[in-house]
């Protein structure tokens, strides 16, 4: 139930701010904002330091954000990042990384002014396909071997600020909470199955471009 307070929370912020637009006229209205994202991802939790795998590091992460505008403060749109951890044992496992492939849902909440720079609240929840550094029996005895877990759930709320360089683009930088239901998410490597116990939390900072696109008159 917990996790579904910030999308709760947002909901009733957009019915709010969406009746409040509707009594203005002349406004014009963005159609889309499109953002490209780079940045660094901090593991927390378990993931530093679980049984049957190397523990996390710092890494770094990059993205995609393609949202529509429902009103002049909310957007609502589809998000992709790419997280890739470093891991702590990088001696007997040379080149291998824990990643997180995470498509999601995203809804966000600016606060427009007069002003260039723009806070936003985001909201975001969907899927992540993690992919974990596992230590696995073989043939020629135990081994590291990056291993493709079962999807799991995935959301998280954030806070950034945008500030215009144009009329149509900018810049951003956001921190982002992420929680994923990971616990009894599962791998299998030649028929033995291999489980990730725990839920998976990070932080991650980004830094990026944001574009808009369109616009119309209400």
């Given at each position: 139930?917990?996790?579904?307070?910030?999308?709760?929370?947002?909901?009733?912020?957009?019915?709010?701010?969406?009746?409040?637009?509707?009594?203005?006229?002349?406004?014009?209205?963005?159609?889309?904002?499109?953002?490209?994202?780079?940045?660094?991802?901090?593991?927390?939790?378990?993931?530093?330091?679980?049984?049957?795998?190397?523990?996390?590091?710092?890494?770094?992460?990059?993205?995609?954000?393609?949202?529509?505008?429902?009103?002049?403060?909310?957007?609502?749109?589809?998000?992709?990042?790419?997280?890739?951890?470093?891991?702590?044992?990088?001696?007997?496992?040379?080149?291998?990384?824990?990643?997180?492939?995470?498509?999601?849902?995203?809804?966000?909440?600016?606060?427009?002014?007069?002003?260039?720079?723009?806070?936003?609240?985001?909201?975001?929840?969907?899927?992540v396909f993690p992919k974990f550094t596992t230590l696995v029996g073989s043939v020629g005895g135990k081994r590291y071997r990056e291993m493709s877990y079962d999807p799991v759930f995935a959301y998280g709320i954030?806070?950034?600020?945008?500030?215009?360089?144009?009329?149509?683009?900018?810049?951003?930088?956001?921190?982002?909470?992420?929680?994923?239901?990971?616990?009894?998410?599962?791998?299998?490597?030649?028929?033995?199955?291999?489980?990730?116990?725990?839920?998976?939390?990070?932080?991650?900072?980004?830094?990026?471009?944001?574009?808009?696109?369109?616009?119309?008159?209400?």
């Amino acid at each position: 139930m917990k996790r579904l307070i910030p999308f709760t929370l947002f909901l009733a912020l957009l019915a709010v701010n969406f009746a409040g637009a509707q009594e203005q006229e002349g406004y014009v209205k963005d159609l889309m904002e499109v953002n490209f994202f780079g940045g660094g991802g901090f593991p927390s939790g378990d993931i530093e330091d679980f049984s049957d795998t190397v523990g996390a590091k710092t890494g770094y992460n990059f993205g995609l954000d393609a949202g529509f505008f429902i009103t002049q403060a909310w957007v609502a749109g589809l998000n992709f990042t790419y997280t890739e951890f470093k891991i702590n044992d990088d001696a007997n496992a040379p080149g291998l990384h824990h990643k997180l492939y995470s498509p999601n849902l995203y809804l966000k909440y600016y606060f427009t002014g007069q002003s260039d720079f723009v806070p936003y609240l985001k909201a975001q929840g969907g899927t992540v396909f993690p992919k974990f550094t596992t230590l696995v029996g073989s043939v020629g005895g135990k081994r590291y071997r990056e291993m493709s877990y079962d999807p799991v759930f995935a959301y998280g709320i954030g806070a950034g600020l945008f500030v215009f360089t144009t009329d149509f683009s900018g810049l951003f930088v956001e921190a982002n909470y992420l929680r994923a239901e990971s616990s009894g998410s599962k791998a299998d490597y030649n028929g033995t199955e291999y489980s990730f116990n725990s839920d998976l939390s990070q932080i991650d900072i980004h830094v990026g471009i944001r574009i808009l696109v369109g616009g119309s008159s209400e």
